[in-house]
Every structure is written in structure tokens, then in C-alpha cells.
């Protein structure tokens, strides 16, 4: 057995998506790094990831369901979450987990570059402040820290965010990171994980460990990609695991993404994934909520094409527009204006 990550042979995403065979998406974040996040910190993480994403395409003071983030006069981020965010599935809303999380997520210090070809640390966050008559926590983060978060932003999609934060074990989370990451098939040596994953000592052998993992993969079932595991031995005699071979798959063919996506929007509402704009001009052509869920794939697909085309980032909710006044003849305006954006998008793929 290899005594390194073996890369995964096959078909890149993109090339899958060509040919229709989509194998698992694109990375969402610093995968194989080694760092000891609870369930909470993980988190905060991503709340803060969310939240500099949404920043970078101009919502800034608006609530999000994750959260929102505001800017003083020094350009310092003012990042607002809720407390029921960070406590995951858990009903519980222990504001001293919540505390002593923060200030645990504060002591992992970031280095961040100077522009001189240097680097100087920093912490995560300036001060904090735990509100529980409002039932949220508000963040201050400089912007040099702030900007390494909106970089890390890239690696994400916003489905994916919101997919992560709903998991309840932080090892779940970062096998969902594993799943997203792999184009195919891994191998990954039992010490490599133990270590990236900070549990070198929390198991005594390596089957505990692999047990804790399984059981994790098996949380990933509720989601939209899945993670198979095959245990390793390098000496076929003896049972001590060695590696463990690590195989993403999406799950029901692909279809589970599709619905999961409309649970979450169900659960969650639809401003983290279609602007405003967009979402009035779609209320006023007649959608409803249901209408928009049930179509989100093609609305969303369609919504890059159009505003690709043109700059700026109403052009997906003119167009809309201009569709309802020529729909206004037909029996049924929303699955005429539905039937032409697919078209568009059909067009396009």
C-alpha cells in the first residue's frame, strides 16, 4: 500500500457534468488540513464563509439565514449570528458552549500575508460579544482576517454551506469536506487521518477509529453525496488496517441533490440563493414559494447564464419581467416562462 494520498484516477467534475456523469462536486475547503474544530467552531467557520460570500456580491447589512455582517468605520467586520445556528440539530442553546467555542475558535491563530512577501499572525476574531436576550453572538473581525475568509469563500458553494452546518459531529462534516473533495476513488493511510483529523490519541486502536469514521459516513446518508469505506491491510495475514480506501458517490443517481436542495430552501428560506430582485420579480410573474422550489435547478442555472451575459446583477430579474408581460395571454404564465428558461439553459449545456 501506498504510504501517501494516491490521486484519484478518472474523470475530472467538469468532464463528468459533460458527459452527464456526475461523480461528486467541486472541493469546499482546506480539506486535508490539520486543525481541531468542535461541531460549533465548525460552525462558526462556515457562518463566516456564508457570510463573506454573501458580502462579495453586495449583501452587506441585510439579514441572511446565517446570519448578517456589517461594516464599521475602521472596515472592520460586525458579524451577527444566531445562537440556534451554532447549535446545529441540538435544541439546547447552552451559551456557555457557545462561549467557550469562541473563544477556542480565537486561539487557532491565522497568518495572513502582508503584500511585502511577508506574513504576521493575527487572531481569528478582535472581540466578542454573546447576547442571549436576542439570542445571537456578534463577532469583530479585522478586515485583513475578514478578506482571508472572503478568499476561502471561493472554495464553497452556498448549498454546500448549508448542507455542512446541519451535521451534528464535526467528523461528519469533514468527511462531507472528503466527499466533495475526491473525483473518484482515495487511499488514505489510517495515520494520515488520525492525524489531520487531532484524534492521534482519543483512540486507543486503529479499528475504533475507522468504527468512528463509519459511523460518521453513515450521518452523510441524509445528504446528497455518499462515502464508502473499505479498510486496508497491508499484510493480508494479519487484520491491523493499514489505509483505508475512501470512494465518494452521489446518492439516488443525483436526484437526492435536487430534493435536498428544497428541503433546505424549505427550511431555511430562499435569500441565500436568489437575490431579492430576483425574488420579487419572480412573486410578481405569479411564483409562488412552492413554484420557485420545485424549479429552483432550472431558475438558478438559468440565473448565471442570463446574468453572465450582461454585467451587473439584475439582468436575470429583467428578463423575468419581460417574460411575465408576454406570458400574459397564456393559461399558465409560470410554466411558460419555467418552459423558456429551460430552453435557455438547454441552449447553453
Known sequence: MTSELTRPQGKSLPVARQSGRVTVRQSVEMTFAKYDYTAIEKRIRYALTYLAYQESRGVCGEDTVLGRVDMDEYHQ?????????????????????????????????????????????????????????????????????????????????????????????????????????????????????????????????????????????????????????????????????TSLALTPRTISGGKAREDAIRTTLRRHGLGWLLAPVDLRALSDAGFTREDICRNIVVLKAAQRIINAR????????????????????????????????????????
Open 77 to 241: 467586520r460586525l458579524v451577527t449570528i444566531p445562537i440556534k445556528v451554532l447549535m446545529g440539530t441540538s435544541r439546547s442553546h447552552n451559551y456557555d458552549d457557545v462561549r467557550e467555542s469562541v473563544d477556542s475558535f480565537n486561539a487557532k491563530t491565522v497568518w495572513i500575508p502582508d503584500g511585502e512577501r511577508g506574513w504576521f499572525k493575527a487572531y481569528p476574531v478582535v472581540a466578542a460579544y454573546v447576547r442571549k436576550s436576542r439570542g445571537n453572538i456578534i463577532l469583530k473581525i479585522d478586515r485583513s482576517v475578514w478578506h482571508t475568509f472572503a478568499r476561502d469563500s471561493r472554495r464553497y458553494t452556498e448549498f454546500d454551506i448549508l448542507q455542512a452546518i446541519q451535521f451534528r459531529s464535526p467528523l461528519t462534516m469533514r468527511l462531507y469536506e472528503i466527499a466533495n473533495t475526491l473525483a473518484g476513488p482515495g487511499e488514505f493511510p489510517v495515520r494520515m487521518l488520525r492525524d489531520i483529523f487531532c484524534m492521534e490519541d482519543k483512540y486507543s486502536d486503529a479499528g475504533q477509529f475507522v468504527r468512528a469514521l463509519e459511523r460518521a459516513a453513515a450521518e452523510l446518508e441524509k445528504s446528497d453525496v455518499g462515502l464508502d469505506i473499505a479498510r486496508l491491510c497491508e499484510d493480508p495475514s494479519s487484520k491491523r488496517i
Open 310 to 349: 450582461v454585467y451587473g446583477g439584475t439582468a436575470f430579474a429583467e428578463k423575468i419581467s419581460y417574460l411575465h408581460s408576454k406570458a400574459a395571454s397564456k393559461g399558465n404564465p409560470p410554466g411558460w416562462i419555467i418552459a423558456t428558461l429551460r430552453r435557455i439553459v438547454e441552449e447553453r449545456s
